[in-house]
């Protein structure tokens, strides 16, 4: 099975054509972001970048599993915002009413 973070990793790398920007932007250490990469890679079964010196160019295939990941990604990524956003609120309604149930 595909790992999410796999997904968000590659997804980093190819917007930023860079490891070390990738690793940057995900809070990551280089080495981690590699082994992602690596991962997902090995999973899938093929190449999804052409490493250069300094840059890294997606495939056909990198291209592709781009354009089928980034959207799902991104509405994930709002459900876990919104979830965070409601659980933080519920904390304060919870703690308010605490404070007028003491005070």
């Known amino acids: 099975m595909i790992n999410l ?26 080495p981690g972001v590699s082994k992602h990469l690596s991962a997902l890679e090995s ?6 970048f052409e490493r250069t010196t300094r840059k890294l160019a997606p495939t056909e295939y990198g291209k592709f599993l781009y354009s089928q990941v ?23 309604c919870n703690n308010n009413w605490l404070y007028y149930r003491l005070f």
Do not use: D
């Open 70 to 92: 980034n959207n799902p990604l991104q509405e994930l990524e709002k459900v876990e915002y919104y979830s965070n956003q409601r659980r933080k609120k519920n904390t304060l």
């Open 43 to 48: 999973h899938i079964g093929k190449k999804l």
């Open 5 to 30: 973070e796999w997904l968000r990793t590659f997804r980093a790398i190819y917007e930023c054509k860079n490891i070390t920007e990738a690793s940057l932007k995900l809070n990551m250490t280089q």
